[in-house]
């Protein structure tokens, strides 16, 4: 029994110390950090990741005795060089990694994370096919495309044009980042009329450039968004302002891309900023604070002023915090850093060179991922916390306009409110913030310095006439019939109207009428209308008759001709009152009613009088009988006595 007591104290000795040993907080956690150092984007954030960790270590609040050791790899947005550094972190213990900065990295190592359970905190990528049912360790602590690609639909959808061109990067990037486009222009039965993918390396490519901008020309759409990288997205501008494309009638609107440029790199070389006149672009908005101020006050001295800070260097620097917080949260919770063997990877370790043993699981990633997710803070970048599907809550985007030598705010666009010139986070305090009143937007320097707003679409000039069947009527050439001594000219009621119709459009559409039937007899309409559905007519113009089997085939206008009699009289208001039943009784009326009446009593009289004694008498009595009948005849009152029927008169009025 006394052994037995003592193996059961040894063992709650020895428990109770590994525990003990375990839960102290390391005295360094070593986080990772991978992008594209030679980047507009990557720049800055390699500054804003080394103050922010410079701030985590300073503060006693955070991880108080315990420091953050970052290691930065350069990626270069590759997803093999991407690949071969994160295998490098999972070398060296890493909690947790700030990035990647560009979506084919993203898709790459994900799967990597999700194995050896380190979040990824990515301040850049705002691929929207990143979801966290495919990948639960990736975190965006960014805005995703799909509210940019929202705020773009409610621009086109504002100024009432249709149709768009989408020129794009052709990889994980542009590609989805144009999907949710083509879903956000649709949702407002708008869409792209024609998608132009380029190669990530095209910008030394000019030919393929001058190539697409030429294809581009030749369509109808005004209306081009580009969605790609910086040095692409400049040379297409380039190319574009050589073949006049940046010019009347052009609407240009770039993603946040160049909205990163121009915080970074501003003012612009004139050349860069001369092609770009008269574009609209986002930029992810982030509500002012004196915290974000005095960020931008030290941001001066860290970076010697060579380099401005952009809304991504924001976002980069609020990414650690948040891993700060979250790790902070973690150890206060109970949680330890430790790390096990991946049984798989151990198992391909022995069989080759590659030391796959090396990179470990981390136990804690779990709890720390919970621990991130649940951490609300304000940062640099306003409230940062998370719905629950992983997006940042108050999403919102500004509207600038590129004019002269800098830019101009047009306007705001958040999920909350859509577009307005109020700012977001003012509207967000009202629940259902009236919008009618206020402007949408401020006015717009178009490209070619005009404020008039485009009409969006020209005729192409690979354009195909319309072709409009018109049938060869034998009866009722009023309607529509051929001019004499030609093929395709025609005249006639239906005609004017679809001229008329045609000339109101702000564009121009070249029309070819082509005859239908033989001109010996009238054709068959419903024939005639089911050659629209197979492509021989564009569309019917006559006097077609709307029947039930001809509209579940072809959409029809609204009548022109009504058919039917129809009477039209003037009307003219007439007052009412308690006298108004009388107002249809004119002197005609009266004389002819009391002719009748009187009509009446005298064949009365030549019936009765033979053998009623009432109707007997001197002449003057029988006048009298005979008027008194015809009275009575009105009010029903053949009955009554004449004493009687003089006090009804006077009691009743009648």
Known sequence: ?????????????????????????????????????????????????????????????????????????????????????????????????????????????????NELRVPLLSFAVTDPVMSPLQ???????????????????????????????????????GRNGVAALNDKLASRRLRITYKAGLHPDTAVNKNEIMNMLIKIMLLQPRIVVIHVYSELGFAVFKEAKYLGMMGNGY?????????????????????????????????PHTPDSDFKREFFKRWRKMSGASLALNTYGLYAYDSVMLLARGLDKFFKDGGN?????????????????????????????????????????????????FTPDRSRTRPAYDIINVAGTGVRQIGYWSNHSGLSTVLPELLYTKEKPNMSTSPKLKHV??????????????????????????????SYKEFVSQIRGTENMFKGFCIDVFTAAVNLLPYAVPV?????????????YTHMVEMITTGNFDGVVGDVAIVTNRTKIVDFTQPYAASGLVVVAPFKKLNSGAWAFLRPFNRLMWAVTGCC?????????????????????????????????SFST???????????????????GF
């Open 1 to 113: 029994m006394k052994q037995l007591w003592t193996f059961f104290f040894l063992s709650f000795l020895c428990s109770g110390l590994f525990r003990r040993t375990h839960s102290e907080k390391p005295k360094v956690v070593k986080i990772g950090s991978i992008f594209s150092f030679d980047s507009v984007i990557g720049k800055v954030a390699k500054i804003a990741i080394d103050e922010a960790v410079k701030d985590v270590n300073s503060n006693p609040d955070i991880l108080s005795g315990t420091k953050f050791s970052v290691s930065m790899q350069n990626s270069n947005c590759s997803g093999f060089m991407g690949m071969v550094e994160a295998l490098r972190f999972m070398e060296k213990d890493i909690v947790g990694i700030i990035g990647p900065q560009c979506s084919v990295v993203a898709h790459m190592i994900s799967h990597m994370a």
């Open 251 to 283: 609407v240009w609107i770039a993603t946040d891309w160049l909205s990163t440029n121009l915080d970074s790199s501003s003012p612009l070389p004139a050349e860069r900023l001369e092609t770009i006149q008269g574009v609209l672009v986002l930029r």
């Open 512 to 524: 070819k009428f082509i005859p239908y039937g033989n001109g010996k007899e009238n054709p068959s």
């Open 597 to 629: 009446f009187l009509f009446v009593g005298i064949v009365v009289w030549i019936l009765e009088h033979r053998t009623n004694d009432e109707f007997r008498g001197p002449p003057k009595r029988q006048c009298v009988t005979i008027l008194w009948f």
């Open 135 to 173: 990948f639960p360790y990736f975190i965006r602590t960014t805005q995703s495309d799909l509210y940019q690609m929202d705020a773009i639909a409610s621009i086109v959808d504002f100024y009432g044009w249709k149709e768009v061109i989408a020129v794009f990067v052709d990889d994980d990037f």
């Open 634 to 652: 009105m009010f029903f009152a053949h009955s009554m006595s004449k004493e009687n029927l003089l006090c009804h008169w006077l009691l009743f």
């Open 445 to 474: 320097i178009w490209p070619g310095e005009t404020f008039t707003k485009p009409r969006g679409w020209v005729f192409s000039n690979n354009g195909k006439e319309l072709k409009i069947g018109v049938p060869l009527r034998v």
């Open 337 to 385: 850093i430790s790390f096990s063997n991946h049984s798989m990877l151990n198992t391909l370790g022995k069989s080759g060179n590659l030391n796959l043993e090396a990179m470990t699981v981390f136990d804690g990633g779990e709890a720390l991922l919970k621990d991130i997710l649940g951490t609300r803070m304000v940062g640099l970048t306003g409230q940062l916390q």
